[in-house]
């Protein structure tokens, strides 16, 4: 594994093992200080062009944990953000640090950076994809239900937006059942679900029959970053709110889970962000050890960098 680029390439082994670690850096966090410093020595850097609370932070907290110095750059105080090309951009950092994670609206600039660079690239959130919040979010199953296996997941909001996205790559691999409740218009096109090829992902328009005997109820923001203002889309979704009564019809023994931010009176009611807050709350948290456990299998070839050696 030399990038994080989408949870689509991850292979079912690759996952369980990226969350075994997961689990066992958190464990050692609160005995101390690791022992262990991969990153030592090592510069990456996190090239925003999106807000971020939660992945700014847990990606400057992990990378400082594991030995590593870490640079924050956002898109408007760099040249990127004056239009310089993100390939030129790759070719000069590739150089200088060992590593980068990238928050930005194209998937296909994660992509060019990953060739460009030659360093390490993990992608912290683009319109299409989120793997390491989908890499918590199942750390959080495991912790919260043992398992994921025999799962019945659902995923109410807006079900083609990098996070519904990245749960139906999730599920084909990983074989839970996965449901999208989503307004017509807000599915995954007959395309997308045709290269999926995952027998266990449906989708429906009807929020009760997503979430009838579901034992995980995600939703995320009705409008992602880059939609701000749409207010036609934002619609479309009155009828799909996780609220009480929508979650009588899931398993008496369900977790709510939201990536945050979250927008209460939208697609979630204060009442059941509130009676969820510890699931909710030790997800945000799982980022950072999920995503630690990603820098500690991306170490090794961030030390094989070009820069040093060009
Ligand atoms: N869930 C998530 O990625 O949060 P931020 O946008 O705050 O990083
Ligand atoms: N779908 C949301 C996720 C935020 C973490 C967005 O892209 O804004």
């Known amino acids: 594994m030399t990038h994080l680029l989408s949870i689509e390439e991850l292979s079912k082994e690759r996952i369980w093992k990226i969350i075994d670690k ?15 410093l991969p990153l030592q020595g090592q510069t990456w850097a996190l090239m925003f062009s999106k807000s971020s609370t939660r992945t700014r932070v847990s990606f400057e907290v992990g990378i400082r944990e594991l030995g590593g110095s870490v640079m924050f750059l956002s898109s408007n ?3 990127l953000g004056r239009g ?18 990238i928050r930005t609206f194209d998937q296909q600039d994660v992509i060019d950076f990953a060739h460009f660079s030659g360093i390490p690239t993990i992608n912290a959130l683009t319109d299409d994809a989120h793997p390491c919040q989908i890499l918590a979010d199942l750390l959080t199953i495991r912790e919260r239900l043992g398992t994921w296996e025999g799962k019945k997941v659902a995923f109410v909001g807006d079900g083609f937006n990098n996070m519904s996205r990245s749960w139906m790559w999730a599920a084909k691999e990983l074989g839970f059942e996965f449901t999208i409740a989503a307004p017509q218009g807000c599915l995954p096109t007959e395309k997308y679900i045709e ?5 266990n992902v449906s989708i429906t328009t009807d929020p009760i029959e997503a979430v009838k005997d579901a034992d995980v109820i995600n939703t995320d923001v009705w409008l992602s970053m880059g939609e701000e203002g749409q207010t036609a889309k934002e619609a479309l979704f009155k009828d799909y709110q996780v609220n009480s009564e929508l979650l009588k019809h899931a398993h008496s023994a369900h977790i ?7 927008y209460r009176g939208k697609e979630i009611t204060n009442e059941v962000l509130e009676a969820h807050a510890d699931t909710i709350f030790q997800q945000a948290e799982n980022r950072l050890h999920a995503q630690k456990a990603v820098l500690c299998r991306l170490a090794a070839h961030g030390q094989t960098f070009r820069g040093m050696f060009s």
Request: aromatic share 0%; proline share 8%.
């Open 77 to 79: 105080d760099i040249q």
């Open 256 to 262: 709510v889970l939201h990536c945050l931010p979250a």
């Open 84 to 101: 310089e090309p993100i390939k030129d951009t790759a070719r000069v950092l590739g150089r200088m640090v060992h590593g980068t994670i």
């Open 195 to 199: 290269r999926l090829n995952a027998p």
């Open 22 to 36: 997961a689990v066992s850096l958190k464990t050692e966090r609160k005995q101390g200080p690791h022992e262990e």
